[in-house]
């Protein structure tokens, strides 16, 4: 099955699970690595090269001191949380924090070849995916709220994805499907397009920015 517009993956991770293959895609990069690093899988990353027992454990205990970041290295807090210089109220200024040494964590994994290409995109999905838990949004990044909701309170947690099936075969793009379709084929085409004329990525501009 082709799931042409595969947004957060929730159908292409469904058709897998019934034993389908599958072949999503998404113009937008953060949906994209959201199945790329998991429905994509058919395990969970062994992480052989990398000299951490538990990297999930790791990411979630980290703190700025123990990282090696300093703090003008921290983008989305310099950017999205408030302080002197900024009053954007999309994260408390811990978890803006948290996000920025995990993400440049997971990078540095990646340039010294501590981790392969199935391992860096099952990290990063996993940090997409537990963004929208601690964000100050209503269910989309177009605006933050004026106020603090009570889950941005909440420590940002990393959990391992539940979409990761040992069976069935998935491969997801980052294209534009005009220019896709023409060169992939299936025995069923599943298409869910944007409702309007409007982008998505300004509703999602801060999970673009972040992967």
């Not at 069935?168 to 992939?184: R, T």
Request: charged share 20%.
């Amino acid at each position: 099955v082709i799931d042409i517009f595969s947004g957060s993956g929730v159908v292409a991770s469904y058709l897998k699970s019934m034993r389908y293959d599958v072949i999503g895609n998404d113009i937008l990069y953060f949906a994209f690595v959201l199945s790329r690093g998991s429905t994509a899988l058919n395990k969970i990353p062994d992480f052989k090269n990398l000299d951490v027992k538990s990297p999930i454990h790791y990411l979630n205990n980290l703190t700025l001191k123990t990282s090696g970041f300093n703090l003008e290295n921290c983008f989305m807090y310099q950017n999205y949380s408030p302080h002197d210089e900024v009053n954007r109220m999309y994260f408390q200024n811990d978890n803006a924090i948290k996000i920025d040494i995990i993400r440049m964590t997971i990078e540095s994994w990646k340039n010294a070849n501590a981790i392969n290409e199935d391992e860096y995109f099952f990290l990063l999905a996993t940090l997409i995916a537990a963004v929208p838990y601690v964000s100050n949004i209503t269910g989309t990044y177009g605006a933050y709220l004026k106020h603090w909701d009570k889950r941005t309170y909440n420590p940002l947690n990393l959990i391992e994805p539940n979409s990761i099936y040992k069976y069935g075969k998935a491969i997801f793009y980052n294209e534009n499907y005009y220019s896709l379709l023409p060169n992939i084929s299936a025995d069923l085409l599943y298409a869910d397009p944007p409702y309007n004329s409007r982008q998505y990525l300004p509703n999602y501009h801060i999970l673009e920015t972040i992967a």
